[in-house]
């Protein structure tokens, strides 16, 4: 059974940093693209950002290009989202995903699994 357990969510004063971690279990990581998406209330889920496994290449949403940097590391089975420069409208519920295939993976419906998310508050 494959498990994402997120951590490293909390609050954060406008210009600081958290680095939200993601756990694997159950599934070959090495094989797997690791996305992030979050999901503030009242809006549908979006992209962060993702790291393939073919060629560890990372790909982000605009708004956070510069901010943010993803990372994974294959032997804890982990992936990382280091956010710097945090901004309150990056307060949202942050997923991490796992994508088998080898497109975009960019939308959602590209992801076969799912963490339970981590909250992330920005205050001003």
């Known amino acids: 059974q494959v498990h994402l357990l997120e951590s490293g969510g909390g609050l954060v004063q406008a210009g600081g940093s958290l680095r939200l971690s993601c756990a694997a279990s159950?599934?070959?990581?090495?094989?797997?693209?690791m996305g992030w998406f979050r999901q503030a209330p009242g809006k549908e889920r979006e992209f962060v950002g993702r790291?393939?496994?073919?060629?560890?290449?990372?790909l982000y949403q605009d708004s956070v290009k510069g901010r943010f940097a993803i990372s994974r590391d294959n032997a804890k089975n982990t992936v990382y989202l280091q956010m710097n420069s945090l901004k309150p409208e990056d307060t949202a519920v942050y997923y991490c995903?796992?994508?088998?295939?080898?497109?975009?993976?960019?939308?959602?419906?590209?992801?076969?699994?799912w963490g339970q998310g981590t909250q992330v508050t920005v205050s001003s």
């Open positions: 995903a796992a994508d088998e295939g080898v497109g975009f993976s960019t939308k959602t419906y590209e992801y076969e699994y």
């Open positions: 159950g599934l070959t990581f090495t094989r797997y693209t």
């Open positions: 790291i393939r496994w073919t060629d560890i290449s990372t």
